[in-house]
């Protein structure tokens, strides 16, 4: 009963217990929709790994361009009201889209528009999201609640897929697109509800909150340059699942909708128990346990590609997600604990940008590859480099273990405000 507590004790929090009700239902209708999106792409383009490809390109290529300046904007502004206006965004993308696809006329093109407006509004949202977590629950309950934060992403990335190849199957793409377009305003309605005197705000922000300020903190702390680089080299080249499990399902193993979402759902179900394993961390992980993780993924990553069948591949992917998400919170963790809250959101940012910005060249690079040489040959090249990267982290890893100092923040750092319990 004790463990139970400790697993679940962010979720004491009143504000963070709204907040991950709201994205559990709206999370879970995103996958739904990346699902049947996914799906549709490959309908209307005869199953082009790059046309599959350029679309994962547009929706992230504004996260290359805009999240630095989506991080300064969390520093500078209210991030309640930010998510608030994001979300709403959101929702009215999804629904145009929606009704473009149940009217019938939707074109490749259309789908390119919207993925390049929904990475426009990400941009600013995701670096927004991932730093507003620590005002909801202070420093101390961090690791536990972004833990919990990965478990519920991870519980809607298990139920989303299976949902929408059910759905699929029966209703079509469109009403799938139009219930995420409705989930919007299950996150609008939580972070509407939140108490802000319960929020464990900086007690003055930055007046310009300058991007390249939070550059220069992040090159002055070489503990944070390596899950940073780890993140880059495996984002681009390993976590690459949302090209890789539809061209898996339908070119190699010749299966439907509902197939992709049992892959999909295989991964996810591997990420959720890696979540709740991390609920019990209590500290900063160490280099160590970042690059330990990242070398695992590779490993498996590599194994999945050589999957004879559809059931060995849904355990590969169970095991590869496990490893996968170790590895995202160990880095998340290790980078957010190690960061002054006053610089967070620029360096939450510039982690969100390493993070899914290195997504639309892998993208590219997986689309093309997986039609010349096949989708197996992505697995395992995304794999060994993955494992090369980690054993390299391993030797270098020392030399970026120093940890922070005052000279670190020339700004004074931010102090929680003291709020009552909720």
């Known amino acids: 009963m004790k463990t139970l507590r400790r697993t679940f004790q962010s979720l004491s929090v009143r504000n963070f217990r709204l907040f991950v009700f709201g994205q559990l239902l709206s999370v879970t209708c995103t996958w739904m929709m990346v699902i049947a999106q996914d799906w549709l792409v490959l309908e209307l383009s005869g199953n082009s790994g790059t046309a599959l490809g350029t679309v994962?390109?547009?929706?992230?290529?504004?996260?290359?361009?805009?999240?630095?300046?989506?991080?300064?904007?969390?520093?500078?502004?209210?991030?309640?009201?930010?998510?608030?206006?994001?979300?709403?965004?959101?929702?009215?993308?999804?629904?145009?889209?929606?009704?473009?696809v149940v009217l019938g006329t939707?074109?490749?093109?259309?789908?390119?528009?919207?993925?390049?407006?929904?990475?426009?509004?990400?941009?600013?949202?995701?670096?927004?999201?991932?730093?507003?977590?620590?005002?909801m629950v202070g420093s101390e309950l961090l690791p536990n609640a972004s833990a919990m934060s990965a478990a519920y992403f991870n519980v809607a990335r298990v139920v989303g897929p299976a949902v929408a190849g059910l759905l699929i199957a029966r209703l079509d793409v469109g009403p799938v697109v139009l219930i995420n377009a409705l989930s919007y305003l299950a996150t609008v309605v939580s972070v509407v509800l939140m108490r802000p005197a319960e929020l464990h705000r900086p007690t003055a922000r930055p007046r310009k909150a300058?991007?390249?300020?939070?550059?220069?903190?992040?090159?002055?702390?070489?503990?944070?340059?390596?899950?940073?680089?780890?993140?880059?080299v495996l984002g681009l080249v390993g976590f690459n699942f949302q090209l890789t499990l539809p061209l898996l399902a339908k070119t190699e193993f010749h299966t439907d909708s509902t197939a992709f979402g049992l892959l999909s759902s295989s991964l996810a179900a591997g990420s959720l128990l890696a979540a709740f394993a991390t609920t019990a961390r209590r500290g900063r992980p160490t280099a160590l346990v970042v690059a330990g993780s990242a070398l695992a993924f590779g490993a498996l990553e590599a194994v999945t590609g050589l999957a004879p069948t559809l059931p060995v591949a849904c355990l590969l992917l169970a095991l590869t997600g496990f490893a996968m998400m170790y590895f995202a919170q160990a880095s998340n963790h290790r980078i957010q604990l190690g960061s002054d809250p006053q610089y967070r959101g620029r360096v939450m940012a510039l982690y969100t940008l390493?993070?899914?910005?290195?997504?639309?060249?892998?993208?590219?690079?997986?689309?093309?590859?997986?039609?010349?040489?096949?989708?197996?040959?992505?697995?395992?090249?995304?794999?060994?480099?993955?494992?090369?990267?980690?054993?390299?982290?391993?030797?270098?890893?020392?030399?970026?273990?120093?940890?922070?100092?005052?000279?670190?923040?020339p700004e004074p750092s931010a102090r929680p405000v003291n709020s009552p319990a909720s």
């Open 56 to 100: 994962t390109a547009m929706q992230f290529t504004p996260v290359l361009l805009l999240t630095l300046y989506g991080g300064r904007l969390a520093d500078r502004y209210d991030k309640r009201r930010i998510l608030i206006l994001a979300n709403l965004t959101l929702g009215v993308l999804a629904l145009a889209l929606g009704l473009w």
């Open 106 to 135: 939707v074109q490749l093109w259309h789908i390119w528009l919207f993925a390049l407006a929904l990475g426009t509004v990400n941009s600013v949202e995701a670096p927004t999201r991932i730093s507003f977590v620590s005002e």
């Open 210 to 232: 300058r991007v390249v300020d939070g550059l220069r903190y992040i090159g002055r702390r070489p503990d944070l340059v390596l899950p940073m680089a780890l993140v880059g």
């Open 354 to 409: 390493i993070f899914q910005g290195s997504t639309p060249l892998g993208a590219v690079l997986t689309g093309w590859l997986s039609e010349h040489w096949g989708v197996r040959w992505v697995l395992y090249g995304g794999g060994l480099i993955s494992l090369t990267a980690a054993a390299t982290a391993l030797v270098t890893g020392p030399r970026f273990t120093r940890p922070a100092t005052p000279e670190d923040s």
